[in-house]
């Protein structure tokens, strides 16, 4: 493939899925400033990843793998917990309509946060609403143990929100 067309493709695909691109980034990011470095490193990751894209997987899923990579090798680098990052008002807007949702995501954010890096990358996925199966593809474990521990996850998180 010619680069024009490769780089052409490429600006495409992060166009449609920078909205998946920025969850996870958002989720991993300790402040503004590791936000933008998560984003535009998952986006460098993905564009030396590209041409060797062969479509054995979904696109989405195998975006969303190599941005939790790129996240979680972030993390481990930094060696630092993340915190929430502040929601801005344009931020909200988009992902939701009125102030009582936003407080409500606000909160379920900062509980997200306080969850280990695969608890928050399996409950991300399910919060995307994606099947059992595109978690265990993603992810790298069974259907089943998506499940169970998507239990355990939502136990966890209630007994959080109730403390």
């Known amino acids: 493939m010619e680069t024009k067309e490769l780089e052409k493709e490429f600006l495409e695909m992060v166009e449609v899925q920078k909205r998946t691109i920025y969850k996870v980034c958002y989720m991993y990011a300790?402040?503004?400033d590791d936000l933008n470095d998560l984003f535009q490193e998952t986006v460098l990751n993905l564009w030396k990843s590209f041409p060797r894209y062969r479509g054995d997987s979904k696109l989405s899923t195998w975006v969303y793998r190599i941005s939790m990579n790129t996240c979680i090798t972030f993390l481990r680098r930094s060696n630092v917990r993340p915190q929430t990052v502040p929601m801005t008002a344009q931020m909200a807007s988009s992902l939701?309509?009125?102030?009582e949702t936003t407080g409500h995501l606000k909160e379920l954010y900062k509980l997200i946060n306080q969850l280990g890096k695969l608890e928050r990358a399996l409950i991300l996925l399910w919060l995307e609403e994606r099947s059992?199966?595109?978690?265990?593809d993603i992810l790298g474990i069974s259907k089943a143990n998506v499940a169970v521990k998507?239990?355990?996850i939502k136990e966890k998180l209630k007994r959080m929100s109730n403390s």
């Not at 939701?96 to 102030?99: C, I, K, L, S, Y």
């Open 96 to 99: 939701v309509a009125d102030e």
């Open 30 to 32: 300790n402040d503004q």
């Open 132 to 136: 059992y199966q595109e978690m265990a």
């Open 150 to 152: 998507l239990n355990r």
